[in-house]
C-alpha cells in the first residue's frame, strides 16, 4: 500500500490496517491538496497524500479520509454530503465541482489538484470566505416584493403551473458560488455582481407573484451589471443543479433592451383575498 | 445614461459598423472601375465626394463603438469611483477629437473647408 505523506508540513506515515473492513480499494490516488494558513504566513503550499479509492468514493470522501487518518490540520467545510446544501464547493483538476457530488473514479485520473475556489478570498486550506457572494446576493432583493399587499399575510398567490416553469430552474440554485468561482467576469471585476446573482435576480423577476423588477433592474443595470457579462458560459457549465445562469443574463438583457415595455406592463399575480375581490364567488 | 441605452448604441453602432464598413471596402476596392483604379487621386477624391455623409456616419459610429468598448476594457480591468470617472471623461475627450479631426478630413474632401 502507498505511503501517506504530507509535503511542506507534517509526514505522517500510512497505516495499511486502518483499511480492515473497508474492502477491496480499486486503485490509489494521488491528492494534491491546496495548503493555505494565514496565521502561519507560509503562504501558499501543496500538500500531497495518497489515498485509497473504493467504488463510489467521492471528491468529500477522500479529503475527509485524508483529515481523519493523514492530517488532521487539512480544512474543508461541508455539511450535507448530498449536493444540497451548497458548502463543499471547490475546484479539482482545474473545473469547479461539489466536492461532494464528485466520484473520484468518475473523473479517471490517477492525480487530483485540489484546490479553492476562484475569485473569492481563501480563509484557510479549501475554505473560501462568501461574505461577498451573498453581499452581491442580497443586492438584487433575492425575495418577492409586493407594493399591493402585505407579504405577511397567510393568504396563497395565484400561480399557474405554465407561470412556475419560468423560474423553477433558478430556484433550484443552491449558492454554492461554483458559477462564481468559473465566471470570467468576476475574476477581473470584483464589483460585478455575479452570475449567481444575476440569475436570482432573473428567478423573481420571471415569477408572476413578484412586484419588484424596478428596483432589480436599477441594480441589474448598472456599469458593473448584467452587460459586463461576456457570455462564456462557464457559470452554466460548472452548475452542479442545472440552473443556467448565462441564459438568465441573456433574458435580462433581452428584457431591458427589447421588452422594457413588458417590463412596464407587468402587473403581479393577486393572492386569494384580492382574487375574490376581483372575482366575486357565486 | 443607463447602462442599457449606452449598450443599445453600442449593439446598433456595432451592427452599423459592419454594414457601412463593408460598404467603405467595396467602395475602395470596386470604385473606379476595378481594383487597378480604386487607389488613383481621382478615383479617391470621388468616393470620398460622393459617399462623403456615409463616411462621416461610420466615423461616429466606429469613434462610439472603439472609445465606449475600450471604456469598458478598462473599468472591468479596475474598479474605483474615481478611476472610472478618470477613464470616462480622458476617453469622451479622446473620442470627441477623434470625430473632431476625422470631420474635418471628410470637410476638406467635401470641398466645405480648404
Not at chain 1, 5 to 22: N, S, T, W
Not at chain 1, 55 to 60: E, Y
Not at chain 1, 69 to 88: E, F, H, K, N, Q
Not at chain 1, 258 to 272: D, E, H
Amino acid at each position: 500500500m502507498a505511503e501517506g505523506q504530507a509535503v511542506g508540513r507534517v509526514e505522517l506515515k500510512f497505516d495499511p490496517k486502518i483499511l480492515e473492513g473497508l474492502g477491496k480499494p480499486l486503485k490509489t490516488v494521488t491528492f494534491k491538496v491546496y495548503r493555505f494558513d494565514p496565521s502561519r504566513g507560509e503562504g501558499v503550499t501543496y500538500s500531497t497524500y495518497q489515498v485509497p479509492i473504493f467504488r463510489g468514493t467521492t471528491v468529500l470522501d477522500a479529503l475527509l479520509y485524508i483529515k481523519e487518518r493523514m492530517d488532521p490540520s487539512l480544512t474543508i467545510r461541508y455539511s450535507c454530503r448530498m449536493a444540497v446544501c451548497g458548502s463543499c464547493g471547490m475546484v479539482v483538476n482545474g473545473k469547479e465541482m461539489l466536492a461532494c457530488k464528485t466520484q473520484v473514479e468518475g473523473l479517471k485520473s490517477d492525480t487530483l489538484v485540489v484546490r479553492p475556489m476562484h475569485n473569492l478570498p481563501v480563509t484557510r486550506d479549501l475554505v473560501t470566505d462568501f461574505d461577498a457572494f451573498f453581499k452581491k446576493h442580497r443586492a438584487v432583493l433575492p425575495y418577492i416584493i409586493r407594493e399591493d399587499v402585505d407579504v405577511n399575510i397567510d393568504r396563497e398567490y395565484q400561480q399557474r403551473p405554465e407561470e412556475v416553469v419560468d423560474y423553477l430552474m433558478f430556484a433550484n440554485c443552491i449558492k454554492c458560488g461554483l458559477c462564481y468561482s468559473a465566471c470570467p467576469t468576476s475574476a477581473t471585476d470584483e464589483m460585478f455582481l455575479g452570475p449567481q446573482a444575476m440569475s436570482q435576480a432573473f428567478r423573481y423577476v420571471a415569477d408572476s407573484r413578484d412586484d419588484g423588477h424596478r428596483q432589480r433592474m436599477d441594480v441589474l443595470d448598472s456599469p458593473h451589471g448584467i452587460w459586463n457579462c461576456h457570455f462564456a458560459g462557464s457559470c452554466s457549465d460548472v452548475c452542479p443543479k442545472g440552473v443556467d445562469p448565462a441564459f438568465a443574463i441573456q433574458q435580462l438583457k433581452g428584457l431591458l433592451i427589447f421588452r422594457s415595455g413588458y417590463l412596464k406592463k407587468k402587473r403581479p399575480a393577486p393572492n386569494v383575498q384580492q382574487k375574490r375581490e376581483l372575482v366575486p364567488e357565486r | 445614461m443607463k447602462e442599457s441605452k449606452v449598450m443599445l448604441i453600442q449593439y446598433l453602432t456595432g451592427a452599423f459598423i459592419i454594414v457601412l464598413g463593408a460598404v467603405h471596402f467595396a467602395l475602395l476596392t470596386f470604385a473606379g472601375g476595378g481594383y487597378d483604379n480604386a487607389l488613383k487621386f481621382s478615383t479617391v477624391v470621388f468616393t470620398y465626394t460622393a459617399y462623403g455623409l456615409a463616411f462621416e456616419l461610420l466615423l461616429a459610429a466606429l469613434t462610439f463603438h472603439v472609445f465606449n468598448g475600450f471604456r469598458k476594457v478598462l473599468t472591468e480591468l479596475h474598479q474605483g469611483r474615481t478611476y472610472e470617472r478618470a477613464v470616462t471623461w480622458a476617453l469622451a475627450l479622446a473620442g470627441g477629437a477623434t470625430f473632431l479631426w476625422g470631420t474635418r478630413t471628410v470637410l476638406v474632401f467635401l470641398g466645405v473647408i480648404g
